[in-house]
């Protein structure tokens, strides 16, 4: 993690505008205006109108992020901005954003990646954590088991074939008419539940590919939804949701443990929304004594996006040498791996 630089990260690749101030592994600001509430009545993100509030939001962020840090222009050393991977509208406004504070106030420039970012967003919060390590990144958008050799250095060791895990609790909150962003919802209303009720497919259990399929879950539970409705009774709505967290929690949990086996790599980091989740973080945790493994949780603020973890990675970017100038463009499908 470069020391010195005093970096502004700017992250838009989804529904929030945000805006951090870093320094080495001290955060000096961290801005964030959620969309959340704009977006609830369609039950998920709508790319148009996340960039129409990006635009309405990133300048206000960006003075609340500047004046609680009491930085000027003249003190920051680099921009890190999100240039993908994200919605391509969404990725523009951040992008854009970026490219004219750097010609205004003649600073470098750095294309942070989206994923490289939550990696780093644990980095940020434990000094100790450094590569080679394994990462669960899981998200609205991402479901993805990589292997970080050295910052900067990806393997891609797995991912999903269809829906993301986060995506999944999305849809099995509308499924039952809870709202958007379904995560919370679900594990607000699993507390009470009995996990065992319903036996809900853990897809690819049997494969010794580290793969993950999440529309098997979401189909059986949409099944058992309309059966229990049909039925006439009251929707056991905590064990539903008990028993789908189970199901998505114990597929996250074994493909980590066969990556572990497979890679001999013995630590462990865990990072994306669906991080925030308690039974993930607990059987994350159990990893430690079962697999004699290092595991590192995220606090629950630096799960899902903020733009500490996109100046923290543009920095460690810059340091290895990497370089942008005002030919940025975002690149919705950006890979690392
Ligand atoms: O990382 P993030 O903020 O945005 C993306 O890059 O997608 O992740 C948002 C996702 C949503 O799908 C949301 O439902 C999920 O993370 N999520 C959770 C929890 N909190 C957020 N999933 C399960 N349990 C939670 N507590
Ligand atoms: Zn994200």
């Given amino acids: 993690m470069p020391e010195d630089l005093l970096t502004l990260g700017i992250e838009t690749s989804c529904d929030d505008t945000a805006v951090a101030l870093v320094r080495g592994r001290e955060i000096l600001a961290d801005e ?5 509430a704009d977006h609830t009545p369609f039950g998920g993100v709508v790319p148009e109108l996340a960039s129409r509030k990006h635009q309405e939001a990133m300048l206000p962020v960006l003075a609340r992020a500047m004046e609680s840090a009491g930085t000027t222009p003249d003190d920051i050393d680099l921009i890190a901005v999100t240039s993908g ?3 391509m509208g969404s990725l523009l406004v951040g992008v854009m954003t ?10 470098p420039l750095i294309g942070a990646n989206h994923l490289e970012g939550h990696m780093f967003a644990n980095m940020l919060a434990h000094d100790d954590l450094e590569p080679p390590f394994i990462c669960l990144i899981v998200s609205g958008g991402h479901t993805e088991i990589v292997l970080c050799r050295a910052t900067g250095q990806y393997e891609l060791l797995g991912t999903t074939r269809d829906d993301a895990a986060g995506e999944a609790y999305d849809k099995a909150s509308k499924i039952l008419g809870m709202g ?15 996990p065992d009720r319903f036996a809900f497919p853990i897809a690819l259990r049997g494969s010794h590919e580290i793969e993950f399929s999440f529309s098997g879950v979401k189909t059986a539970f949409r099944t058992e939804v309309e059966r229990q409705r049909a039925s006439g009774g009251e929707l056991p709505v905590s064990d539903l949701c008990a028993s789908f967290q189970r199901a998505v929690t114990l597929a996250l949990i074994q493909k980590t443990e066969l990556a572990v086996r497979r890679t001999g790599v013995r630590r462990l980091s865990l990072s994306g929304g669906v991080a925030a989740n308690s039974e993930l973080r607990e059987a994350f945790t159990a990893l430690a004594p079962k697999m004699r493994a290092e595991v590192y949780l995220p606090p629950k603020r630096f799960c899902t996006d903020n733009a500490a973890m996109i100046a923290a990675a543009g920095a460690a970017a810059y340091a290895r040498g990497a370089r942008s100038d005002l030919r940025l463009t975002a690149d919705p499908s950006w890979s690392i791996w």
């Fill in 98 to 107: 970026a490219k004219a504070l750097a010609q205004g106030w003649g600073k």
């Fill in 180 to 194: 958007y962003p379904g995560g919370p919802v679900i594990e607000r209303a699993a507390r009470d539940g009995d």
């Fill in 32 to 36: 964030i205006a959620s969309q959340i």
């Fill in 85 to 87: 991977p994200g919605l």
